[in-house]
């Protein structure tokens, strides 16, 4: 105790020889008296058994919860390897429906994963390589059980840009070692993300903005591979901007070759036979499995159709083949070697890296939520990130380029009736007997055949025309931000796109933040009505409308509910709201309360508080010239209007529903609103009431501005005023008793008293009762603080809410910030309780 006294001396002392004023909480200094707060009489000595003063979060105890403890140590760290909370479990059934999927979904992406690594400028087995290692790798660390990672569309191609702009910087560097590096960096960054838990940064991507981002790069790789699909011979440069590339392939029409016969019907075979198993699926429902399988295998079945003609046309004639052909493809994993990490090379696309990560991420995370949330599952995002992480980690070591999660194969994987991320393995195990048991048999696939795979694949991530209406109906400001993002991406690039609908997303978000607009809030009574009955408190019915004639049940009925006065909710405007309380004015915040908006809240509550109250003393300038630049008053020769019906201005409250957090900003303007309403009402002074306040850290930042307790005058300090808390029962049931005294408050409130002119009545009939005599303003001050004292501690001591012997009840929030409240209504009684609408005697 004496080591604690010790510190306690010292950090005064010190705090004084810094200026640093400790007590900055209490407006009237340390040497005030604690009775006229109001606080200190319940907080002490009356009903200590159900008293509470909330206590104030500290530094040491915020990291004491932001510092794991050794337990959650160990969770952190088997929660980095999933699997083993279902490894254990695994049974037959579930690996017959991963041997299903992962067959299925094998088939499919060897043909893809080719095809995809001619769009990152790379040979063919590459693709293969990523595919083999992003699903062999994933399942370790996965908390998706439909996702399948490899090569994808739209990562292929930016790497495919990528390693084109460093061939161009360093022309001796191969291909597949910068998309290495790439890869190697990607991942490292990916996962650093993942391990220190950042997943929630995809959040700040909206579903406009992946779209646009789908959509544009669908249809720029559409566009590229019109020129293989054709056959054109004539050079058309495919990695420019997308517009770009529609006329230059427009003018080179006349260079098509055979190799259009190829690649146009091999699209069209692909989209004949997936509209034909819907449509039998339709038609049979008892036999849609078997369709779907029909239809998943399709890509499968068009590769080897057609490899069979090429390789009945080309058989003898390999080296001057009638039409394009993908060539040789080496056997094994031929080029497996630790990565090179060339710093030049990184410094080349280290501009591009944050376009990278973006896209690695976005469509990922946005298809295994998906995912989840239709198979009744949540992912992880951290962790996703690490899984896809350590996929780009280790898979350059045998020849990978980057991959994530691909839509069309985890779609497959899905529907295949995939159990378990052990899937994977299976799909693994496909692609490596294609790696070893296949390439003779690649050599004769069509390049245009191949184009038209990958037109078809990529044509399903094009946003269509019914998801775009629907984001109109929903929000019309996010299908502007959808075709921004895709125009944006048509004339210029993937990259500058990613980045223009992310910017303009943000802009908007801000600017809604900014323009936050509060609502001023009226008092509506309501009625819960069961078709022709009215439902009271307990569940009874009563009769509706003249039938009813006891007032007692009409107000054991109704409860009052806050809206908006101007109805911008949407309630009906045929109900008339009412004012709360003359003077009173209740004032919601909509979209938090930190520094972006701050002005715009406290500009327009003020500006409306000006318009519907009079100035406490109109004869406050006596002079012309005593007046401020901004209230002249009126004209020459005309007199000020002295019969204003307009109330003044009694308090002000805030509901805090939807604020969290403040900052030093907020609260800054929120004091300087206070000095201007209290020189607008002086020398009255405003009282501030606090509603719906869910953060025991704005708590501590409004207290420490002055808020929560009564504000005193320049004169006389605090007036006298009513305290009102909430209570409740320890047991949690409703209490009786506590609605009487619930019952008396509002009688109270019904005639309420002028506190501030009567407080000399009052006090003169306390001093006649207590036989107390007076001579001095120091007497009567201390006098009025004893009285006060002992009122409220008869008030306390009679309560029917804390005196009741059958049930216990406590304070639901605490009692030493009285003007805190637990919801609007008790924040409304509290005010009205300390109105008044008599100018004092100054």
């Given amino acids: 105790m004496s080591d604690e006294g010790s510190a306690n001396k010292l950090g005064r002392l010190l705090a004084k020889g810094l200026g640093i004023k400790v007590a900055y909480r209490d407006p009237l200094g340390a040497s005030a008296d604690p009775v006229t707060r109001g606080e200190s009489t319940f907080s002490v000595g009356t009903v200590d058994t159900y008293s509470y003063n909330e206590p104030e979060p500290t530094t040491l105890e915020w990291l004491h919860e932001i510092t794991p403890t050794g337990q959650q140590v160990l969770h952190y760290i088997i929660s980095l390897f999933p699997f083993l909370q279902w490894i254990g479990r695994y049974n037959v059934q579930w690996l017959l429906g991963d041997l299903v999927a992962g067959i299925t979904v094998g088939a499919v992406v060897v043909p893809q994963g080719m095809a995809y690594a001619k769009l990152a400028a790379l040979p063919v087995e590459f693709g293969l390589y990523s595919s083999f290692m992003g699903v062999l790798l994933y399942w370790f660390f996965a908390t998706s059980k439909d996702i399948t990672i490899g090569p994808v569309a739209v990562m292929s191609t930016l790497t495919g840009t990528i390693v084109l702009d460093v061939a161009e910087k360093f022309p001796d560097v191969p291909a597949h070692e910068v998309a290495s590096t790439l890869a190697v960096i990607l991942g490292g960054i990916v996962c650093f993300l993942g391990l220190v838990r950042l997943g929630f940064i995809v959040d700040f991507i909206p579903l406009p903005a992946i779209s646009a981002f789908m959509t544009g790069s669908a249809i720029n790789i559409c566009v590229g591979q019109v020129t293989t699909l054709l056959g054109q011979t004539t050079k058309v440069n495919t990695r420019g901007a997308t517009y770009r590339t529609v006329i230059d392939t427009l003018k080179a029409l006349p260079s098509s070759s055979l190799d259009a016969a190829m690649g146009i019907t091999a699209c069209a075979m692909l989209y004949i036979i997936r509209s034909a198993c819907t449509y039998a699926a339709k038609k049979q429902p008892h036999r849609a499995k078997t369709w779907f399988f029909i239809s998943t295998l399709r890509t499968v079945f068009v590769i080897l159709f ?136 690649f050599f004769y696939i069509p390049r245009a055949s191949l184009a038209g795979v990958i037109i078809h694949a990529v044509g399903d991530l094009i946003t269509p025309p019914n998801t775009v209406y629907q984001f109109w109906r929903v929000a019309p400001l996010d299908v502007i931000i959808f075709f921004i993002g895709v125009i944006v991406t048509i004339f210029t690039s993937i990259e ?211 808020f929560g307790f009564p504000t005193p005058t320049s004169s006389n300090g605090f007036h006298r005023w009513k305290p009102i808390f909430s209570v409740a029962e320890i047991e949690g049931s409703s209490s009786a008793a506590a609605h009487a005294e619930m019952m008396n408050n509002q009688r109270e409130l019904q005639y309420p008293k002028d506190v501030e002119s009567g407080q000399k009545e009052q006090l003169a009939t306390e001093i006649e009762r207590h036989g107390i005599e007076t001579s001095s303003t120091e007497e009567g001050s201390a006098t009025t603080h004893s009285i006060h004292e002992d009122k409220l501690s008869r008030d306390l001591t009679t309560s029917k809410a804390y005196n009741n012997t059958r049930r216990k009840v406590a304070i639901v929030q605490g009692m030493n910030r009285p003007f805190f409240h637990i919801d609007l209504t008790s924040a409304l009684q509290s005010a009205v309780a300390n109105s008044s609408n008599e100018i004092p005697h100054v």
Wanted: hydrophobic share 40%; proline share 6%; aromatic share 8%.
């Fill in 306 to 441: 057609y490899t069979m003609i090429s390789a009945a046309v080309n058989l003898h004639r390999k080296d001057h083949p009638a039409f394009g052909l993908l060539g040789h493809v080496p056997r094994g994993f031929q080029h497996a070697a630790v990565p090179k990490m060339n710093a030049d090379v990184i410094g080349a696309f280290a501009g591009q890296l944050p376009a990278a990560v973006i896209v690695l991420l976005i469509e990922h995370i946005a298809i295994s939520k998906s995912f989840g949330r239709v198979n009744n599952y949540t992912i992880n995002p951290s962790q996703e990130f690490v899984a896809i992480g350590v996929s780009n980690l280790l898979g350059p070591f045998l020849g990978a380029y980057p991959a994530t999660g691909s839509f069309s194969r985890t779609a497959i994987k899905s529907k295949a009736g995939v159990r378990t991320p052990l899937a994977g393995v299976i799909t693994a195990v496909v692609v490596l007997l294609a790696i070893y048991a296949l390439p003779a048999l």
């Fill in 496 to 706: 500058i796109g990613i980045y223009c609908t992310m910017v303009v997303s943000l802009a908007v978000l801000l600017f809604r933040l900014a323009k936050a607009q509060g609502q001023f809030l009226g008092k509506v009574k309501v009625h819960s009505v069961v078709g022709d009955h009215l439902l009271d408190g307990d569940g009874k019915y009563g009769s509706l409308g003249a039938n009813r004639t006891s007032s007692n049940d009409e107000d054991h009925a109704h409860r009052s509910i806050f809206l908006p006065v101007n109805h911008a909710d949407g309630s009906n405007p045929d109900i008339e709201i009412e004012q709360p309380h003359p003077g009173i004015f209740i004032y919601r915040f909509s979209e938090g309360f930190n520094y972006p908006n701050a002005n715009h809240y406290t500009d327009y509550l003020v500006q409306t508080i000006f318009q519907h109250t009079r100035r406490t003393n109109p004869a406050a300038f006596r002079k012309p010239g005593d007046r401020p630049w901004n209230d002249p008053g009126p004209r020459r020769g005309q007199e000020e209007e002295s019969q204003d019906s307009r109330p003044l201005l009694q308090a002000v409250i805030l509901d805090f529903s939807s604020v969290n957090n403040v900052d030093v900003t907020s609260i800054q303007n929120l004091i300087d609103v206070r000095n201007q309403l209290d020189l607008y009402a002086s020398p009255r002074s405003v009282q501030w009431h606090f509603a719906h306040i869910n953060n025991r850290w704005t708590k501590r930042a409004l207290s420490a501005a002055g």
